[in-house]
């Protein structure tokens, strides 16, 4: 499998996120609290490791800013699709979230898309990327 500047472990997944998006943080820490199987490493966007995963993947971040899920060496997911990826991995209720799945991408992406381009405002930005505590900061990447 390959490595990246991180040495991600085996079978981890890694989320970039928008690391000075309030929305963002807290969907991490919303994603931290239910990660019971330790499965998620995290890495803001902004970040070099960010930079440089999509940059591997030919993902434009001028398009897709917020959320990409990354299961190394194997796929990336984007948009709806990175949110119910994620939520799928929880595991119990969460399960019930799989029936978005037969609602066509295109929708998806576009409720999607008005979020992320509204997040700002909605929810503010920080002025630079969130530092995590000491107990999560093996949980961050790069």
Do not use: H
Not at 22 to 41: A, E, M, P, S, T
Not at 129 to 134: E, G, L
């Amino acid at each position: 499998m390959r490595r990246y500047l991180c040495n991600v472990e085996d079978g981890k997944k890694i989320i970039l996120f928008d690391g000075v998006c309030n929305l963002c943080n807290g969907v991490i820490q919303f994603v931290i609290k239910r990660d019971k199987k330790d499965l998620f490493r995290y890495a803001p966007l902004q970040s070099e490791l960010g930079q440089q995963l999509t940059k591997e993947r030919a993902i434009d971040t001028a398009r897709i800013d917020s959320f990409i899920l990354i299961e190394p060496g194997t796929a990336y997911f984007i948009k709806s699709d990175a949110a119910l990826e994620i939520a799928k991995d929880f595991g119990g209720f969460w399960n019930i979230l799989r029936i978005f799945k037969w609602v066509p991408t295109s929708i998806r992406n576009a409720v999607y898309d008005f979020v992320a381009r509204n997040r700002y405002r909605w929810f503010g930005r920080k002025d630079q990327c969130m530092i995590p505590t000491p107990e999560l900061q093996a949980k961050f990447l790069g």
